[in-house]
């Protein structure tokens, strides 16, 4: 049984350094400058830091395909930026606390385009 439990807490302390060593700020300055940051999802923020937050340019990439590049405010999507899609559209234009606001264009990936102002992620007509 002794040997069970050694063996069961040294398996979860080389886990814990593995996830250690690939999450968190892997490159440059992630408090106040520019930093490539990697989260336990594997999603990774490339750009400029302040006070710890995402803020100024930079490009959020998660696994499943999506890319944001453009500009972040407090750890948000604020001011002009695109969003790719994994089936390839994209939403170029204003965004608001993480959300499409103002004026955009989203082409779908077919090259249909729909241009308008948009608030809150929805096209107002």
């Known amino acids: 049984m002794k040997k069970y439990l ?3 807490t040294f398996s979860f302390f080389i886990t814990s350094l593995t996830l250690a060593a690939v999450t ?3 490159e440059g300055n992630c408090d106040n400058g520019f930093g490539k940051w ?3 999802d594997k999603t990774m923020y490339e750009g400029e830091w302040a ?3 995402k ?3 930079g490009t959020e990439t998660w696994p499943n395909g999506y890319i944001y590049k453009g500009e972040f405010k407090k750890s948000l999507w604020s001011g002009e930026g695109v969003l790719i899609f994994p089936d390839g559209s994209t939403y170029k234009g204003e965004w608001a ?3 499409m606001n103002g004026k955009g264009t989203f082409t779908w990936a077919d090259g249909k385009e ?3 102002i948009w608030k809150n992620g929805e096209l107002q007509e």
Do not use: E, L, R, V
């Open 6 to 8: 050694i063996s069961i």
């Open 24 to 26: 968190g700020c892997q």
């Open 38 to 40: 990697i989260y336990t």
């Open 51 to 53: 006070g710890t937050k």
């Open 55 to 57: 803020h100024g340019q």
């Open 97 to 99: 606390n993480g959300f």
């Open 114 to 116: 729909k241009t308008g």
